[in-house]
């Protein structure tokens, strides 16, 4: 009988056992998913925030939508159709703002611009890009201005 007790309560210490280890993998794996969660939500200090150079947004195809990047001294956004060709671009840098429309062939058929000095312009192209109409400020005066046959701007009073 001895014999059978002691296995008997070999068995049960076995069982214990087995339950502590369960009890362990449990609590380690919930920490290691808690800690996981934490890393996943912060990116260094900077919680919420990720850090690049470039940001570009794909289609299903791993086409590129929309650009999102920083150039030496300026910002650009743009975005394109899914054959590729861009349809808007939004441009900075220390000279002002820019954002230019696109046509499916790739021309610019609006533009609006800002100045270095404070001043902006709305401007309507041809499909030559030629000025068709540009409205805009110029030494602090309005001026709405067409283009000629020529390629010249004509100011119109």
Known sequence: MEIEDRL??????????????????????????????????????NSGEVTCTQLNVVDAEGKMLVALGAHPVDGNV?????EGKPQVILHGDAGGGYVSTRSPEGKKPVVLDATPNG????????????????????????GVWTGTKSGRAKRLD
């Open 8 to 45: 008997t309560t070999m068995e049960k210490r076995l069982h214990n056992q087995e339950k502590r280890l369960r009890y362990h993998r449990i609590t380690v794996g919930i920490l290691v998913l808690f800690i996981m969660l934490m890393v996943g939500t912060r990116v260094g200090a």
């Open 78 to 82: 743009s975005t394109s159709s899914s």
């Open 119 to 142: 001043e902006g312009m709305v401007a309507t192209f041809s499909p030559e890009e030629k000025v068709l109409v540009a409205l805009g400020a110029t030494n602090g005066n309005g």
